[in-house]
């Protein structure tokens, strides 16, 4: 039972460690019914801002690029008894690549009050 006792602190951290918090789309939908000025204010200038009738849209773009730097490997038979250590299995491993993610969060006002927003990319 003292085992118990002594290990329930540690297992509520380790929980706590799961949790996450609201998605994109239900921050997102918080603005709804809210005014442009608290959009702005909040989100900043759009990146781009369209106006169709007595509709404004305001789109951000979130977009973000990692870089993984590959890895160098000899592949399975490093060694002399294979070529020596620049032998025929040199410049083996993995190429480098750059990874492209974007969201667009596009919001639709009539009258300068939120009325919908579209999510739209490949980290929305």
């Given at each position: 039972?003292r ?51 007595d509709l ?43 990874y ?25």
């Amino acid at each position: 039972m003292r085992k118990f006792i002594l290990a329930a602190p540690f297992a509520a951290l380790a929980l706590a460690g799961c949790a996450i918090g609201p998605s994109l789309a239900e921050q997102m939908s918080g603005y709804v019914g809210r005014p442009e000025s608290v959009l702005v204010a909040q989100l900043g200038v759009p990146d781009r801002r369209i106006q169709v009738g007595d509709l404004t849209y305001f789109a951000y773009v979130h977009r973000s690029v990692q870089f993984d730097s590959g890895s160098f490997g000899y592949g399975p038979f490093y060694g002399p008894a294979f070529g020596g250590y620049y032998g025929p299995f040199y410049g083996g491993g993995f190429p480098a690549q750059t990874y492209t993610t974007e969201c667009t969060t596009t919001f639709a006002l009539k009258d300068q009050v939120v009325q919908s927003f579209t999510l739209r990319g490949n980290d929305c």
